[in-house]
């Protein structure tokens, strides 16, 4: 079992950046791939990245690539999510969410992912 909580969500002008965290409990953490979701009012949970078990590899989707990095420290069973050049666009809730390994899922799609946050809101003013 993996608890997870994010946190470092806030209100920010478009052109700013933040910095979410989201802190996993238990001693595997570097068992699961790490994947960052959002939602937007009236929208479906959107992919937004995720972070294999080692850090070693990314995979970022289209609308954020070369704004948002994903980057893990696994002896602090912490995962991050580097938001810069935010646009009004990017407010949402954002999720963190983990996948064990071994599962074999898809890394881009919500029902890929085992464990859940409970989500931090972003809001970008224009």
């Known amino acids: 079992q993996v608890q997870l909580v994010e946190s470092g969500g806030g209100l920010v002008q478009a052109g700013g950046s933040l910095r979410l965290s989201c802190a996993a409990s238990g001693r595997t953490f570097s068992s699961y791939d790490m994947g960052w979701f959002r939602q937007a009012p009236g929208k479906e949970r959107e992919f937004v990245g995720y972070i294999n078990w080692s850090g070693g590899r990314t995979y970022y989707a289209d609308s954020v690539k070369g704004r948002f990095t994903i980057s893990r420290d696994n002896a602090k069973n912490l995962v991050y999510l580097q938001m810069n050049s935010l646009k009004p666009d990017d407010t949402a809730v954002y999720y963190c969410?983990?996948?064990?390994?071994?599962?074999?899922?898809?890394?881009?799609?919500?029902?890929?992912?085992?464990?859940w946050g409970q989500g931090t809101q972003v809001t970008v003013s224009s």
């Open positions: 969410a983990a996948a064990r390994i071994q599962s074999g899922s898809s890394r881009v799609e919500w029902k890929g992912y085992d464990y």
